[in-house]
């Protein structure tokens, strides 16, 4: 799954501008599925049919767009200032390698004049060396995008750290489950979204577009084992955690339950979720059309929107156990 993973996590994929992931994606779960295509926000779906005499529809999301940048102001010497986008920890991208799309590397680094309690987006530039304006726009022009550069390394035993983990795990957990099952009962869309982490919007427009009778967000979530942390009762390494509420969403309780047997019948360890802040694509799931009956799972994680996120691959391989189950499962 690390190599996997990996082919996943490299491409550039800012919301708003997720061709390139897309496009890896697609190559890989393409053999596995009826039809692959992209809808007009950008969106890729991944649509199999269900084998059942009655079939149900059955949505799958995970977001491919990582948290970035887009150049917006370049200034007499060369230093670009960018505007943000997602939820940037400035704290933790202070003095980071970043790429633009064409390749362009640079340094994202905070004014020399403040203070780390002043790490605020107006504070921040990339230098990407340049002499001059002409010089910079020569390789970097306004609204071109930039990320934090990826990467993706072992730890001890089954735990890896990189970025971004959030949320091409969640991606590459839908391609497992898709070369993983054995018979589709149900139609199953495999949909990764863009815009997820500026307002989960390609969730909302994909949901709409399909009304799924159910659905799952397959997202990172957050880690309660790390030292002074909020209590949480969420570890790494204990199993794939099963949400019950965030700050956007209580997940419907058929699918907590449904999941929560499969997870029983074949031997997969889980956990519960309970999230005081934040969301995922489960609610715009949850609320699209007429509404369905949504739920989520969530990879325990550490470090989240930082250049080193770490996450278990053992709660990573019960999650995907848990979606190939709900794909063979006959949905009422």
């Known amino acids: 799954m690390f190599t996997e993973l990996k082919k996943i996590v490299m491409p550039i994929g800012v919301s708003g501008d997720e061709s390139g992931v897309s496009a890896v994606i697609a190559a890989e779960i393409a053999p596995y599925v009826d039809k692959v295509y992209n809808d007009a926000l950008g969106n890729l779906i991944a649509f199999k049919k269900g084998k059942g005499k009655k079939p149900k529809k059955l949505m799958f999301a995970a977001h491919m767009d990582e948290i970035g940048f887009m150049a917006s102001f370049i200034d007499e010497k060369g230093f670009i200032r960018v505007s943000r986008l997602g939820g940037i920890n400035y704290t933790a991208a202070a003095f980071t390698e970043v790429i633009f799309k064409n390749g ?25 060396g340049a002499k001059s304006r002409k010089d910079a726009m020569r390789r970097v022009k306004i609204g071109d995008t930039c990320h934090v550069a ?63 009778d159910y659905a799952v967000a397959v997202d990172i979530g957050g880690a309660g084992d790390m030292p002074s942390c909020a209590p949480l009762a969420v570890n790494l390494g204990d199993g794939i955690a099963i949400k019950l509420k965030d700050a956007m969403v209580i997940c419907n309780p058929v699918m907590v339950g449904m999941m929560k047997e499969i997870a029983a019948d074949r031997g997969v360890p889980y956990q519960l979720e309970i999230l005081e802040g934040g969301g995922t694509d489960t609610c715009m799931l949850q609320q699209a059309a007429g509404g369905c009956i949504a739920g989520a799972l969530s990879v325990p994680t550490r470090y989240g929107h930082s250049a080193v996120e770490v996450i278990d691959m053992n709660d990573v391989a019960g999650g995907i156990r848990i979606l190939a189950g709900l794909c063979e499962t006959k949905l009422n």
């Open 104 to 128: 362009t590397k640079g340094v994202l680094v905070p004014e020399a004049r403040i203070t780390q309690r002043d790490y605020r987006p107006e504070n921040y530039y990339v230098d990407i």
């Open 150 to 212: 990826p990467n993706l390394f072992k730890l001890s035993g089954s735990r890896v750290a990189g970025r971004p983990i959030d949320d091409r795990i969640g991606c590459m957990m839908l391609v497992e489950a898709a070369k993983a099952v054995k018979e589709y009962e149900n139609d199953t869309y495999f949909v990764f979204t863009v815009q997820e982490e500026v307002g989960v919007r390609g969730a909302k427009t994909s949901a709409f577009s399909i009304t799924p």
